[in-house]
């Protein structure tokens, strides 16, 4: 079994930054893609970035985009979000996912096979 373990999260001020960092545990696996999502109080979890290790090719929710800026190692299955200019919008639980088995466009849940626990993020206005 895989295991995504997210950290870094917390509480922030509008225009700070946080750094969440995941890592992957358990069996030995090959992701394709490492990516983010988060997930607000009533709403629907939505996608926020990924990056795809083949090309070293990112993609981001034009909500984040500019602010936002995602990175891992491929070798050791970690990514991080790094997320600066923070908005109250932002306040989310956010979902480490990685996928192996089926690229589209990065943004969709069912390319993702393994997800985190989730980590909060919470920004004050």
């Known amino acids: 079994q895989v295991q995504l373990v997210e950290s870094g999260g917390g509480l922030v001020q509008a225009g700070g930054s946080l750094r969440l960092s995941c890592a992957a545990s358990g069996r030995t696996f090959s992701s394709y893609i490492m990516g983010w999502f988060r997930q607000a109080p009533g709403k629907e979890r939505e996608f926020v970035a990924t990056?795809?290790?083949?090309?070293?090719?990112?993609y981001y929710a034009n909500s984040v985009k500019g602010r936002f800026t995602i990175s891992g190692d491929y070798t050791k299955n970690t990514v991080d979000l790094q997320m600066n200019s923070l908005k109250p919008e932002d306040t989310a639980v956010y979902y480490c996912?990685?996928?192996?088995?089926?690229?589209?466009?990065?943004?969709?849940?069912?390319?993702?096979?393994?997800w985190g626990q989730g980590t909060q993020v919470t920004v004050s206005s």
């Open positions: 990056i795809r290790w083949s090309g070293g090719i990112t």
């Open positions: 996912a990685a996928g192996g088995h089926y690229f589209y466009n990065g943004r969709q849940e069912n390319e993702y096979d393994y």
